[in-house]
C-alpha cells in the first residue's frame, strides 16, 4: 500500500565538503546503532564531508548521548574564549562580529578558520580544532517491560532540543524509539522480512549537511 509519509528530499546539493561533523552514539542494541552510524557516514562523505572531519565518539546508552552532545560544544566554546584572549593579548584586533551576541546567539569561529578571510594575528595560540557544522545524536531505544522505556525516550529527546536551542549549533535527532525489535531493524535497513525498511542513518547524515548549511547562512544573515 502506497503512503503519503516521509522526508521529500531537498532540490539543493548541500555542500559539505568545509564541514566538520560529529556523530555521538550509544552503545545499546549495537547491530542497529553501527548500521544507522554507517548510513549517516555514508551520506556525509556524499555530500563532499572528508573523513578527516567526521568525529564519532560513543557513549554506552542513549541517556548518556545530550551530554555527550552539549560537551562537544561546550569544548568548542572554552576554545573560543581562549582564542579571543590570545588575540587581545597578543594586540590584535577582534573582528567587529565576534562579540558576546554570537557566542549566545551562535558559534562564530572565523578567527583561525579557513573560512576566515582575516589572518590570525601572530602570536596566536591556533584553536585545536575547527568547529562542527553539526552534531548527529544515534541511539536506539526498545521497549521492554518497565517504563524505562517512556522516561529515556522523553528526557533525551527534550534534553537534545535543549542542546540545540541553547547553543544554537544544529542536533540532528538520531534517536529510534521503537516498540519491537523488528521496528528497530527496519528502521535500519536490517529488517527481517522481504522490505529491509530503510535506513535512518542516511536521512541524518543529510540532515546535518543541509542544517550546518542554513546556519552558516543564516548566521549571516542571509534568509532566501
Ligand atoms: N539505552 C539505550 O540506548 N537503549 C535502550 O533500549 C536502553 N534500555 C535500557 C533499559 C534498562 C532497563 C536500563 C537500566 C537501561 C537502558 N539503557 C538503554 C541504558 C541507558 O540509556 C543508560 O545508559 C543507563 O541507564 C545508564 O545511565
Redesign the pocket.
Known amino acids: 500500500m502506497s503512503t503519503i509519509k516521509g522526508l521529500s528530499q531537498s532540490q539543493n546539493q548541500y555542500d559539505g565538503s568545509s564541514m566538520r561533523v560529529a556523530i555521538v552514539h550509544?552503545r545499546?542494541?549495537t547491530t542497529v546503532v553501527d548500521a544507522l552510524v554507517a548510513g549517516a557516514i555514508a551520506k556525509l562523505k556524499a555530500r563532499g564531508v572528508k573523513e578527516k572531519n567526521i568525529v564519532v565518539e560513543s557513549?554506552?546508552?542513549?541517556?548518556?548521548l545530550p551530554l555527550a552532545c552539549a560537551k562537544c560544544v561546550v569544548f568548542l566554546y572554552r576554545h573560543f574564549w581562549q582564542l579571543n584572549l590570545h588575540r587581545v593579548i597578543a594586540g590584535g584586533h577582534v573582528q567587529s562580529h565576534s562579540n558576546v551576541t554570537d557566542l549566545l546567539g551562535g558559534l562564530n569561529f572565523s578567527s583561525t578558520s579557513s573560512r576566515s578571510s582575516t589572518p590570525a594575528p601572530t602570536g596566536v595560540v591556533p584553536m585545536p580544532n575547527e568547529p562542527f557544522d553539526a552534531v548527529i545524536a544515534i541511539?536506539?531505544?526498545?521497549k521492554?517491560s518497565?517504563m524505562?522505556?517512556e522516561y529515556?525516550c522523553d528526557s533525551v529527546s527534550h534534553a537534545l532540543m535543549k542542546v540545540q536551542l541553547d547553543t544554537g549549533v544544529p542536533v540532528i535527532f538520531g534517536v529510534l524509539t521503537a516498540l519491537t525489535d523488528d521496528q528497530a531493524l527496519e528502521r535500519a535497513g536490517l529488517g527481517r522480512g522481504e522490505d529491509k525498511g530503510h535506513n535512518h542513518g542516511e536521512d541524518w547524515g543529510l540532515a546535518a549537511v543541509e542544517m550546518g548549511s542554513h546556519l552558516r547562512r543564516w548566521r549571516e544573515g542571509q534568509f532566501n
Open positions: 550509544a545499546w542494541n557513549v554506552p546508552g542513549s541517556f548518556e541511539g536506539v531505544l526498545i521492554g518497565t524505562h522505556f529515556i
